[in-house]
């Protein structure tokens, strides 16, 4: 069994986006920008956008961080957004996701073009995405594609079980998959036999949110598993996947920590990047 390390290839992915935007820097091009727009101190999300911070410093991405108090009407958030978004010098702009409930998610979220969409949360994102053009695609998804081909598994042909169906992980996740010819089943909470659809799986990946979710018994012999989840148990973080049972049968595996999460912001930066680039060159390499 070989643990995919995504602490490994996160710096791999970020090394490459350091290097690619010195050689820019070098010729006198101008700083690459990433804004960052959240609401409210969601402490998840504080950790979540000191890590992006992290990244960006590392890779020579100056970071702009918009951070709005927890009572921010929709109105203001939306002024705040069209403001940056209109910014020439910000090359990416996300909406650090989850809003406080007060405020609409998918209307604020829409309001960054499609050119600085970095996230790739966005309808016309997700759109170019599912008929195969190119367009920035979800940093979950997109770090779980470049940990697999960064240890060589073959996707195409591969039957790739995807448990959830989220606009941020699921969907884009399916999409992609399928854009590198696997063959690609969705299952989510109202999914019948679930144990027998995930034994199937070439690559299985889960997306619930549950620890302890996926056990030794619903995994192939060999199967590639991927753990997305995120569960604090105990002030500990753990992922869905019974670790060390599923380990044993597994021929790769992600572990949490230390798996998926570090591939997403490492391709958001990848993402923040490619939209550098193409806002220089009018393509995105
Ligand atoms: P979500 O929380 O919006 O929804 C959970 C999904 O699980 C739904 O699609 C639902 O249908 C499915 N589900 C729930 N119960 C199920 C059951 N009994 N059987 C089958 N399917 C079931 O999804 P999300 O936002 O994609 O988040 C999923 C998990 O991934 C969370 O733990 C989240 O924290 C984590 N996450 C991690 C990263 C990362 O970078 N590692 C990024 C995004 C999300």
Not at 54 to 59: G, P, Q, S, T
Not at 94 to 104: A, E, I
Not at 174 to 180: H, T, W, Y
Request: glycine share 8%.
């Amino acid at each position: 069994m070989v643990i995919l390390d995504g602490k490994k290839a996160a710096l791999d992915l970020k090394e490459e986006v350091r290097v690619r935007l010195a050689n820019y820097y070098k010729k006198g091009a101008p700083q690459c920008n990433l804004a960052i727009i959240m609401v409210g101190d969601n402490p998840a999300s504080e950790v979540y956008v000191r890590n992006k911070a992290k990244a960006c410093e590392a890779v020579g991405i100056g970071g702009k961080l918009i951070k709005l108090n927890e009572n921010t009407t929709q109105e203001e958030l939306e002024k705040y957004i069209k403001a940056v978004t209109k910014d020439p010098k910000v090359h990416g702009v996300m909406v650090q996701l989850p809003l406080p409930s007060h405020l609409d998610e998918d209307r604020a979220t829409e309001l960054v073009p499609p050119e600085k969409d970095v996230d790739g949360f966005t309808t016309a994102s997700l759109g170019k995405l599912a008929v195969g053009k190119q367009g920035f695609l979800s940093c979950t998804p997109g770090g779980i594609i470049y940990l697999l081909k960064k240890y060589k598994i073959v996707l195409a042909g591969k039957h790739a079980v995807i448990i959830g169906r989220s606009k941020i992980v699921g969907k884009p996740l399916a999409l992609a998959l399928l854009n590198e010819n696997c063959t690609v089943t969705v299952c989510h909470s109202r999914t019948k036999n679930l144990a027998k659809i995930t034994s199937k799986a070439d690559i299985l990946i889960s997306a619930v949110g549950k620890a302890g979710f996926i056990t030794a018994d619903m995994v192939n012999l060999s199967a590639v598993v991927v753990d997305v989840g995120i569960n604090r148990i105990d002030n500990k973080i753990v992922g869905d996947v019974d670790y060390n049972s599923v380990s044993k049968k597994t021929s790769f595996i992600t572990p949490v920590p230390g798996g998926v999460g570090p591939m997403t912001v490492a391709y958001l930066m990848k993402n923040t990047f490619l939209a550098y680039q193409k806002s220089l060159n009018g393509k995105y390499d």
